[in-house]
């Protein structure tokens, strides 16, 4: 008995120490294993689920727009997401021995991934463009910021400028003034003395008459009208020196080379020391005048020889032909009539009011952003040319200090000028998903709505038409300021309508050419909104509005004159044929071509500009006592208007010495030749012929351009045969290898250009062979947007409310701000006596 007490007592020792602990270990392991396949059947069935959830997207919004975002109502949602998640957790061959149980499921979206917020739409845009190289940024609309960054310098040059001769002109009525007061009291003296010698004639002692009354009251006329003229002469020399201010201020390149000859050669025709001079000769005749007494000599007085007198005298000394001034103001008024065109009447109707489009929803989407926002500032309204330069200089300025990381922006601007319409669309044209952009509410007028922000469509695409104005009226200013033959025509219309040979002809010459450069403007928003391109940058070919029968070609209005124009370079190498690389040589060659001759027309310009700006300003300019100059003095007063436009760079110092080989002393025996007439101060100058004058500067413009276009086409000379190089690779490489060589090309001509000393700034003439089209203005608004934030998150925005408009179309209830990109599964599972729950956020 003892013995089974004994062993009874070993077993149960041996249970409680080695089989208790081995069972409880094991229960421990099995308890363990059903919790991590317990697990693991949650994870694997929560992924699975959440899969689910990222493929249930909105259709309309991935097919219309290429976006990807969950739209099911959360109830809806979860119900179907747990059936999935239920029936994946509770199924198996485990089941019996892991016996899970789902206890609870939740299915809610994260409201800040709704695609109605900007940072959202930014992300899902860069998603879907990351794979799709932007081609057409890369080689289209970068090409050409540069250009555009210079604007709203130049566009501050031109403010200036104008600013100057608008001071000018009131000097201008000032000497018509004082002019008109001394020729009546002139012609009184006259008929006194006339009178005088008559009766004297009569008498046995005929005894000298001289007017002295008359003469003091000239001289007191006189000094009272330089008051006056002092104050106007002292806001011309100010606003001569906020003018050098803006020049100074330019980047060193060809842009500033070529607004400078016009300063260097305009401002200061009249000074405060020749209103001294002749106040001081005034002071001295009025003593003398004082003093004199009846039956003395002929007094001698200063003031009509002195310089700015016979300038002022000249006011009213002079007057064109009748038949010229009548033919001049036809042109003017014909070219005022075309630089007046309200760009409005050439946009029709689109679209409608975007609020009342978006509906409710618009406030949804609003909220979701933090505010609409605004669309870019390049708009102020009007169309005068203040108001045209004002616009570029607020609304370009950004482009000056464009950040070198564009990639992002890239891709949003890439996105937008793909997937929305614009105005010259068509309704076959279709967006980067393929979807006809024909039939949309907003059709045509998408774009604009998205870059400006206006409720009203047609309201975008006004804006638009007028910012490409302003931008156009820049470009084209420089071109005409700086076109020597231009310029002289100018002058030959300035000299008829002004009817004197001061200040008059410098300031009516500035009108025409201003109005010039508005009415080509208009002609260039007119094709662009008829879906054709404009060259960035003109030359004399592709330059369409002369002025020779302006009134008749005029007379239908300004948008049925033919337009001289050319394709985009990058657009044909972009969609020219794989295996029609012959193609894109035929673009590049082209480009080179119209970007030689532009170059060649800068550097002619460069050195016959300020010439003819000189001898324009000297012509009634008495302030700088031309009598008696002989023609080395005259071919000395060239040479140092052409110094005075010295830029630094090889290539005016190449058309520099070309001139004075070929042009200078051809041009100085013109001048001199007809020096009586056009430095006379008598009645001469009533028959003044301009035209001489105008035919000398297009012959020296002539002669220099064609040796300076052989010099610039020996420089870049190479070109062609490394394009020809480029084109034996494949078609894409070859596409690739000639943008890299129209580059090279562009650096090229820059290099010549630009100044040596300084950074290169891509040379405007460059851009001669560039052609841009409406959609690549818009490319161009699009940016100034994005770039530096300045008004993302509008754009973002509005993209989401044009997202809706057209969505809800497609898909009855569609709300953008209840699309969402993120959603949060939570789920609680209960296996035997553990609760396991899990939360994971899937996202796009």
Not at 10 to 39: E, G, N, Q
Not at 249 to 261: H, R
Request: glycine content about 8%; charged content about 20%.
């Amino acid at each position: 008995m003892k013995f089974f007490r004994k062993t009874a007592g070993s077993v149960s020792l041996f249970l409680i120490l080695v089989l208790l602990p081995l069972y409880t270990c094991l229960y421990l392991a099995i308890d363990s294993a059903r919790w991590s396949a317990a697990k693991a059947k949650m994870s694997g069935a929560m992924n699975l689920t959440g899969n689910a959830a990222l493929n249930t997207y909105e259709v309309a919004l991935k097919d219309c727009y290429g976006l990807f975002a969950m739209g099911t109502s959360e109830g809806t949602f979860q119900k179907d997401l747990l059936a999935i998640y239920s029936g994946t957790v509770e199924s198996g061959n485990y089941e019996n021995y892991i016996n899970p149980a789902v206890d609870a499921f939740s299915v809610t979206y994260v409201d800040s991934s709704s695609v109605a917020r900007p940072a959202v739409m930014k992300y899902l845009i860069t998603d879907y463009m990351k794979y799709r190289a932007p081609y057409n940024f890369a080689t289209g609309i970068a090409k050409r910021l540069d250009v555009f960054s210079q604007a709203p310098s130049a566009a501050n040059v031109l403010e200036k400028s104008t600013d100057y001769y608008s001071d000018l002109k009131s000097v201008t009525g000032v000497l018509e003034d004082v002019a008109e007061d001394v020729q009546k009291e002139e012609e009184k003296i006259a008929e006194n003395e006339k009178k005088a010698s008559e009766e004297a004639s009569k008498e046995e002692e005929p005894k000298n008459y001289y007017d002295a009354d008359g003469q003091k009251r000239i001289v007191k006329a006189l000094q009272s009208s330089l008051k006056s003229l002092r104050k106007k002469v002292k806001k011309t020399e100010e606003s001569a020196s906020a003018w050098k201010g803006a020049l100074d201020s330019m980047s060193e390149g060809e842009a500033k080379a070529l607004l400078s000859g016009d300063y260097q050669s305009t401002a200061g025709i009249l000074s405060e020391e020749s209103i001294n001079s002749l106040e001081q000769d005034l002071e001295t005749d009025l003593n003398t005048l004082n003093s004199y007494e009846d039956g003395q000599p002929d007094p001698t007085l200063h003031y009509p020889e002195n310089p700015l007198y016979q300038y002022i005298r000249s006011a009213a000394s002079v007057e064109a032909e009748e038949s010229e001034t009548a033919s001049a103001k036809s042109t003017y008024s014909a070219l005022k009539s075309a630089a007046g065109t309200d760009v409005s009447g050439m946009v029709s109707d689109v679209g409608g009011s975007v609020s009342s489009l978006v509906g409710s929803e618009g406030s949804a989407i609003d909220a979701a952003g933090d505010g609409s926002g605004s669309g870019i500032a390049v708009s102020s309204g009007g169309t005068d040319s203040g108001t045209l330069l004002a616009m570029v200089k607020n609304g370009l300025s950004g482009l000056q200090s464009l950040a070198t990381d564009l990639r992002d922006d890239a891709f949003a601007e890439e996105y937008i000028n793909g997937m929305f319409s614009c105005y010259t669309n068509t309704a076959t044209d279709t967006s980067m998903t393929k979807t006809a952009y024909g039939g949309k509410p907003l059709f045509r007028a998408e774009t604009e709505y998205i870059i400006f922000g206006q409720d009203s469509a047609k309201a975008n695409v006004l804006l638009c038409a007028t910012s490409i104005f302003a931008i156009r009226f820049v470009l084209n200013s420089i071109y005409v300021f700086s076109n020597a033959r231009m310029r002289a025509e100018a002058m030959t219309i300035a000299a008829a309508i002004a009817g004197w040979t001061g200040a008059g002809v410098t300031v009516v010459q500035n009108l025409i050419l201003t109005a010039w450069a508005m009415a080509e403007s208009v002609l260039d928003v007119s094709t662009l909104l008829k879906g054709g391109t404009v060259p960035v940058y003109k030359t004399a070919t592709t330059w369409t509005l002369g002025v020779n029968g302006i009134a008749e070609k005029l007379k239908d209005g300004a948008q049925s004159v033919a337009v001289n124009s050319i394709d985009s370079v990058f657009q044909k190498i972009q969609e020219a044929a794989d295996d029609k690389v012959g193609e894109i040589g035929s673009a590049a060659t082209d480009y080179f071509n119209e970007s030689a001759k532009g170059a060649a027309e800068s550097l002619t310009n460069m050195v016959t500009s300020p010439v003819e700006a000189t001898i324009t300003s000297l012509i009634g300019d008495r302030t700088k006592s031309m009598t008696g100059k002989s023609r080395d003095e005259i071919r000395s007063l060239i040479q140092k208007a052409v110094a005075s436009a010295d830029n630094g760079s090889k290539g005016f110092a190449m058309a520099k010495s070309l001139f004075e080989q070929h042009c200078l002393d051809s041009l100085t025996d013109r001048i001199y030749g007809n020096y009586e007439y056009l430095f006379a101060d008598d009645e001469t100058l009533s028959k003044l012929d301009y035209q001489k004058l105008e035919e000398a500067i297009t012959s020296c413009y002539n002669t220099l351009y064609s040796k300076v276009e052989a010099g610039v086409d020996q420089v870049v000379s190479g070109a062609q045969g490394k394009l020809d190089t480029a084109l034996n690779n494949a078609s894409e490489e070859a596409k690739a290898r000639a943008v890299e060589v129209i580059d090279e090309y562009t650096e090229t001509l820059s290099g010549l250009l630009g100044k040596e000393s300084s950074p290169t700034t891509t040379a405007v003439s460059s851009y001669s062979g560039m052609a841009m089209s409406y959609r690549d203005y818009l490319r161009l608004f699009t940016f100034l947007g994005l770039i530096g934030n300045k008004a993302e998150n509008g754009m973002m925005t509005r993209i989401a409310k044009v997202i809706q408009i057209n969505c809800s179309k497609v898909t009855s209830g569609f709300r953008i701000s209840r699309c969402f990109t993120q959603v949060t599964l939570d789920a609680k599972v209960g296996i035997a006596a553990h609760k396991l729950e899990e939360e994971v956020v899937y996202h796009y």
